[in-house]
């Protein structure tokens, strides 16, 4: 073997040490499951909680809402907007399944989030009644686009404004969901497309975890 061959193997070597390392801290930290089959669920944990923006947002009520009124369960949030054609109305009845299907006790700490991005159409009002056809308890929010923009771009769930000036407009965003502890901060995300199954046998092990 060449000198040449001979590093090529040692940087490969490293690379894959480095990689396995990465991917062990930031699914297996605080020993919340085992990393392969999170991963197989779609369920990524970062290495270190993040602060999560404090934009202020209003509820299916019109009153304000304060992401601190989040704190003490974990919540799982999703971005979109009632009249979306496909991500939205499957996504969401899919975590009513999902919800449905969870222990009793993971189900009391865990909280539904909806986040409109599309507050022009997304009136309190609508977002009620949207979200009440469900009947999975869903915790509606919107607020002003720059407020909803910071909020979406702070946790990485970036989306593409719309051009409302367009009859029947459609906003492009992530399927993705937002994992958030009970102290508030950004846990991980549940990539999309979700599979129910999978998460059952992972997420309580999660939700359960010790802080």
Known sequence: MTRVQKTV??????????????????LNGKGQGDPVALLDAGIVLLP??????????????????????????????????????DICP??????????????????DNLQLVFVSIDPQRDTAEHLKQYLGFYKAGFIGVTGELPAIQTLAN?????????????????????GNLVLVGPDGRQRGFI?????NQKLLDQLPGVLSAEE
């Open 48 to 85: 270190q909680s993040r602060e999560i923006p404090r934009v202020q947002l209003f509820d299916t009520e019109g009153k304000p809402f304060a992401l601190e009124q989040l704190e003490g369960k974990w919540s799982l949030l999703f971005f979109g907007y009632t009249f979306c054609p």
């Open 154 to 174: 702070g946790v990485s769930i970036p989306f593409i404004p719309a051009d409302t000036s367009q009859e029947n407009y459609t906003v492009d965003h992530s």
């Open 191 to 195: 990539r999309a497309p979700l599979n």
């Open 9 to 26: 193997v040692v940087l490969t070597a490293v690379v894959a040490l480095v990689l396995g390392l990465t991917i062990n801290k930031v």
């Open 90 to 107: 499957t996504t969401l009845a899919q975590l009513r399944e999902l919800n449905s299907k969870l222990p009793k006790e993971v189900q």
